[in-house]
């Protein structure tokens, strides 16, 4: 990335001082621009294109019941080709799966989670802590949305739950969602009893494995 970007910044440079036709500069500029932005653009495809060829040997991971819709990567160690976090869009869900690669350099599944991938703790680059998003259906009219912190565990060599850092209530008919539960402004008592439950909803309806 720095090269390219250095050598957009060379052309530029060169282009302005030496050239005296402006229409002729601006055209040069711009098909410069473009063969660097598609430069970067085909750069990043094949990584995940590469990585998605790996993960043809996890069938559970990318065949699921309906089709996959979109994917999106996380790197969770110092280059996203180490160790991800992948999110999948399909029809009937979101899930998220995290892969590390060991060192034979063979890519192996670590996490899966009937969840969607929220951010990661960009204070570490090795493991970050990372917030997923999990849904349950309440009832007929309403869902309860599960925020939660998960951290690497190095004993196990995979990322278990740390705490419920919010939840929220939706009507199912879209017409409100409303905060239940904030950690930040819970007591200490509150929070043990909520990590509590919400763990054991999300392993009861096997949002975790």
């Known amino acids: 990335m720095n090269i390219l970007r250095n050598s957009f910044f060379y052309t530029l440079f060169f282009l302005v001082s030496c050239g005296d036709n402006s229409e002729v500069t601006n055209e040069v500029l711009k098909i410069e621009t473009k063969k660097i932005v ?34 999106l990567f996380w790197p969770i160690r110092s280059t996203v080709n180490d160790g991800f976090a992948l999110f999948c869009k399909f029809n009937s869900g979101n899930k998220s799966f995290v892969f590390d690669r060991n060192q034979e350099g063979e890519l192996r599944q670590i996490n899966g989670f009937t969840a969607g991938f929220l951010f990661k703790d960009t204070m570490n680059i090795e493991y970050p802590s990372i917030m997923l998003r999990f849904a349950e259906d309440y009832g007929v009219n309403e869902t ?12 196990l060599s995979k990322y278990t739950f740390n705490n419920c850092f919010s939840i ?3 009507d199912k ?12 402004t819970a007591s200490q008592e509150i929070k043990d009893e909520t990590n509590l439950e919400v763990l054991k909803i999300l392993e009861e309806n096997s949002y975790l494995y």
Do not use: G, H
Request: proline fraction near 2%; include cysteine.
């Open 38 to 71: 598609d430069t970067v653009v085909k750069k990043s495809l094949s990584v995940s294109d590469k990585l998605m060829d790996e993960l043809a040997v996890f069938p559970k991971t990318v065949n699921a019941q309906s089709s996959l819709m979109d994917t």
């Open 144 to 155: 309860y949305y599960y925020n939660c912190w998960f951290s690497f565990n190095t004993k």
């Open 173 to 184: 008919n879209k017409e409100y969602m409303r905060d239940v539960y904030i950690s930040e």
């Open 168 to 170: 929220n209530l939706e």
